[in-house]
């Protein structure tokens, strides 16, 4: 059984950093996506930052420069380092895995993904 577990929330004032974590266990693909994903209030969830298991990444572009996905293979564990963070970063945010073919692309669509976390509150204040 998959599981998905999200930690490292809290709340910051803006231009404040953060680290979120996530844990996955009884995930054994060898090729795979893993992401971050967001949601606000009234919005829409969408993708913020996805890491393949080779390593490619992509981002949104409203967290490009700002944010950094990586991973920790041996520890099946994903991070999301965030930097500057605004006001308009404040969301619930989620991490998601799912296994991909051999030559498909990881994106940033909520769902492509099978496997979902609880979520973890991050709040910005100005």
């Known amino acids: 059984q998959v599981r998905v577990q999200e930690s490292g929330g809290g709340s910051v004032q803006a231009g404040g950093s953060l680290r979120l974590s996530c844990a996955a266990s009884?995930?054994?693909?060898?090729?795979?996506?893993m992401g971050w994903f967001r949601q606000a209030p009234g919005k829409e969830r969408e993708g913020v930052a996805v890491i393949d298991n080779g390593g490619r990444t992509a981002y949104i572009d409203s967290v490009k420069g700002r944010f950094t996905i990586t991973k920790d293979g041996a520890k099946n564990t994903l991070y999301l380092q965030m930097t500057s963070l605004k006001p308009e970063d404040t969301a619930m945010y989620y991490c998601a895995a799912r296994p991909r073919g051999l030559f498909a692309a990881c994106r940033t669509s909520p769902p492509d993904y099978n496997f979902w976390g609880q979520g973890t509150q991050v709040t910005v204040s100005s």
């Open positions: 009884g995930f054994s693909y060898s090729s795979y996506c």
